[in-house]
């Protein structure tokens, strides 16, 4: 059971333009979201995050936006750039989780192509 | 460079053979965290140490079994592998304190069974 979804599996945008990635997610217990984005060879790197209490969380030329209702979050890249070119991943988790325990939930990544 | 580091980089190992990949997590983070990827699969949570102590386990093989040691390093030990084991493994750690949820990746091991 997938709880965390992205359902495009790729993207493709032109330089310059907005580039949207969407997540949803199934379990209501969750309340901390994050995005990360990944090469090939490299690990995923952390790229931004939001908790629930907020609905969106800016950083630069990256927006996170979290819908509870919908359980629905997006990450927005404005103006996209021929380096933002990688598959990012949305991750989620609960405080609910005992203890330490800071265990993510993984979607299957959105490949994003920008375009020169 | 997150500052995790992971060794060997690649592996390449026959089936039924038993591997280790060790872990060196950020200084000062207490929590370590295994990933497996497979060819066009997500990331899959396979366990996580904190402290030396296990903390969470996801969906890790019996076959399968790990360590943290009291120098905070980590490993991971792969053992009867098969061709399905053939994966990149990942490695993360997290800040301390109890609202840290961001985790910082290492390279990854690209492990080969054949």
């Known amino acids: 059971d997938q709880q965390v979804k992205q359902n495009s599996p790729s993207l493709s945008v032109q330089e310059g333009r907005i580039s949207i990635l969407n997540c949803d997610y199934t379990?209501?217990?969750?309340?901390?979201f994050l995005w990360y984005k990944k090469y090939p060879a490299e690990g995923p790197t952390f790229l931004i995050s939001?908790?629930?209490i907020k609905d969106k969380n800016e950083d630069g030329r990256f927006t996170v936006f979290l819908n509870k209702s919908a359980k629905h979050l997006s990450l927005h890249i404005v103006p996209s750039q021929p380096g933002d070119s990688a598959v990012y991943f949305c991750a989620a988790s609960s405080s609910y989780n005992a203890g330490n325990n800071r265990k993510l939930i993984w979607g299957l990544g959105t490949s994003l192509a920008v375009n020169p | 460079d997150s500052g995790v580091t992971q060794t060997p980089k690649h592996l390449i190992t026959a089936t039924g053979q038993r591997v280790t990949l060790r872990c060196s997590p950020r200084s000062g983070d207490l929590s370590v965290y295994w990933y497996q990827q497979s060819l066009d699969q997500g990331l899959q949570f396979l366990i996580q140490y904190y402290n030396g102590e296990e903390r969470a386990k996801g969906n890790i093989l019996e076959r399968f079994s790990a360590q943290q040691f009291p120098d905070l390093h980590s490993e991971l030990n792969l053992s009867s592998l098969e061709l399905g084991d053939s994966a990149l493994y990942f490695c993360?750690?997290?800040?301390?304190?109890?609202?840290?949820?961001?985790?910082?990746f290492g390279p990854g091991t690209r492990l080969t069974v054949t």
């Open positions: 939001i908790s629930s």
């Open positions: 993360a750690s997290s800040p301390q304190g109890y609202s840290s949820y961001e985790q910082y």
């Open positions: 379990n209501s217990m969750f309340d901390y």
